[in-house]
């Protein structure tokens, strides 16, 4: 099962992304900017094999709802997420909020 929603931070928009798999939830909350995301994301691909791509973004690990994603400590961020200024330690709405400014 998946559900896509659309979830307010302050008074900005973003979707959010679950999907409920064997064992485990894939969890993802974005704008047409960047996103962040559970433990399943690989940041080293997303630096490494699609640098040039720019992703602006962070993972989170140990969440398994949509609320515990925007409320955790960014444990990762892409190369190009730091330029927007995301750091390790931010929390995900944190780092939504920077990307939702412009």
Same mark, same amino acid.
């Given at each position: 099962?998946? /559900?896509? /929603?659309p979830i307010k931070i302050e008074d900005k928009v973003f979707t959010a992304i679950s999907v409920? =798999?064997? #064992?485990? /939830? =894939?969890l993802v909350v +974005? %704008?047409?900017i960047g996103y962040i995301m559970c433990g399943a994301l690989d940041v080293d691909l997303l630096n490494e094999k699609l640098a040039d791509? %720019?992703?602006?973004?962070?993972r989170a690990v140990g969440v398994k709802t949509i609320e515990q994603l925007l409320e955790a400590p960014l444990e990762k961020v892409t190369l190009a +997420?730091? #330029?927007?200024?995301w750091y390790p330690g931010l929390t995900g709405k944190e780092a939504l909020l920077k990307i939702a400014e412009e």
């Open positions: 099962m998946f /559900n896509v /929603n409920q =798999l064997p #064992k485990t /939830n =894939l +974005s %704008n047409e791509r %720019n992703i602006i973004a962070g +997420s730091e #330029k927007k200024g």
